[in-house]
């Protein structure tokens, strides 16, 4: 079974901030951005195991600033795009619930008026600033 983990900071993301400036500037229609780290991971435990492992995984999970959500859905949400690395690299941290694991940096991207972005704008926003095609690849 696999499961899919969005842990986000509850503290304000400089990250996101500056993600959304830039693509503002570059013409991008969106007036929120999100960031997420996304580890999807393999294994026979229920959902709520695999969240209660990560949770006490220190090098994942810090409970001062961090936020934890079990995703629905092994695919980004509307308004989202999942980037990796190519090549791929799957690595367990430590502690990580047997199986494999593997990473991504979610963003989301939020119009006006609170709803997901459509997907032409996420597509813009991949294609101007969130991946570099040369040594990443975009899920949406």
Not at 6 to 28: C, W
Not at 41 to 49: K, L, R, T, V, W
Not at 118 to 125: H, L, M, S, T
Request: charged share 20%.
């Amino acid at each position: 079974m696999l499961h899919t983990i969005a842990i986000k900071l509850k503290i304000p993301d400089n990250t996101a901030y500056s993600a959304l400036t830039a693509l503002r500037r570059l013409g991008v229609d969106v007036a929120q951005v999100e960031r997420a780290d996304i580890w999807q991971f393999a294994g026979p435990a229920s959902s709520d195991e695999v969240a209660a492992s990560v949770q006490r995984n220190e090098s994942l999970f810090n409970p001062n600033k961090h936020t934890l959500e079990v995703l629905e859905s092994p695919a980004p949400r509307a308004g989202e795009t999942w980037i990796s690395m190519i090549p791929k690299v799957d690595v367990m941290p430590p502690g990580s619930p047997k199986g494999f694991a593997i990473h991504y940096v979610g963003w989301r991207l939020f119009a006006e008026n609170g709803a997901p972005a459509e997907p032409p704008v996420v597509q813009d926003a991949i294609e101007k600033l969130l991946c570099n095609p040369a040594i990443e690849r975009a899920i949406t």
